[in-house]
């Protein structure tokens, strides 16, 4: 047993708690906490998780998890190791296109550039024609309304009169048109930067700022507001408490820490968001939502 696990297990004795009591406390598997108390880490699902557990392990039994990292960092295992060789991958996957495929993408612009161009003659072209084509025929129909009102000229003038009242009543009869109401701008999530497992999203055109946390399978989610306040961290399960939903309307900023990327799905105000990041590729993410009002 490690000095930290020592100390965790006194302080949940202390408190008067069993295994299976914590475990309703902090959602965590009885097996994952008897790993902390005895220092297998090796058991865990991953090196993030370890330090989330601790953390939720500590909180639970009135510890400071910070104060524990710090005087205990030699024992708790570091997560930059494993995110450090994806994000070398993807950076050689990157620098892998071949250079015929980057000819092909730098002639593809241009030739767009003279589909549009002749497209563009051809449509002149045709208007050119057709705008010809009826000035020809329009004095052939000037002709023949000539002819028709010499024929029947005190017709003409009888009718004429009475078309005059007709179509003045019309008018007044018209009702007038309705103004357009303005069209409400549609909501907008997109992204903003991204470094590695980081990403930054901006939320604009929306009245309210609401996240829902869905988990299809068993993940690990913390969530807090842009001043660093923690809202909420537990472990999602499908199938007893797989979602979390919070209004943070009143916030300018929402940090969320993902353990599970995978079998995490978050929703902004019903959207789904889009990782920007494949979850396959990585696991633990954070997400940054900027409210923009």
Do not use: C
């Given at each position: ?44 699902p991953g ?231 494949p979850p ?13 009002k």
């Amino acid at each position: 047993m490690t000095e930290l696990g020592n100390l965790l297990k006194e302080a949940r004795e202390a408190k008067g708690l069993s295994l299976d009591e914590l475990q309703s406390i902090t959602k965590i598997q009885k097996r994952y906490l008897l790993g902390i108390e005895e220092g297998n880490y090796s058991m865990m699902p991953g090196k993030f998780y370890v330090r989330a557990f601790i953390k939720q392990y500590a909180e639970a039994v009135s510890l400071d998890p910070e104060q524990l990292f710090e005087q205990h960092k030699n024992e708790i295992p570091s997560t930059y190791n494993e995110e450090l060789p994806e994000q070398l991958s993807r950076v050689q996957s990157r620098k892998s296109i071949s250079p015929d495929t980057s000819k092909v993408l730098d002639i593809l612009p241009k030739i767009l550039i003279g589909v549009f161009i002749i497209a563009s003659i051809a449509l002149v072209w045709y208007l050119i024609v057709k705008s010809a084509g009826d000035e020809t025929e329009q004095p052939a129909n000037t002709d023949k309304g000539q002819t028709s009102f010499e024929e029947t000229e005190e017709f003409a003038d009888d009718s004429g009169e009475e078309d005059t009242g007709e179509e003045e009543d019309a008018a007044e009869e018209e009702p007038a048109e309705e103004e357009a109401e303005p069209e409400t701008p549609a909501q907008e999530l997109t992204v903003s930067s991204n470094s590695g497992s980081n990403t930054v999203y901006e939320l604009k055109n929306a009245d309210q700022f609401v996240i829902k946390i869905v988990s299809l399978g068993q993940t690990w989610v913390g969530l807090s507001n842009g001043s660093g306040k923690s809202i909420f961290q537990e472990t999602l399960v499908k199938g007893e408490n797989e979602s979390r939903t919070e209004d943070l309307s009143n916030e300018t900023q929402a940090v969320i820490n993902i353990g599970r990327a995978p079998d995490t799905e978050i929703y902004v105000n019903d959207q789904k968001l889009e990782y920007a990041v494949p979850p396959e590729e990585d696991m633990t993410q954070v997400i940054t939502i900027k409210f923009v009002k």
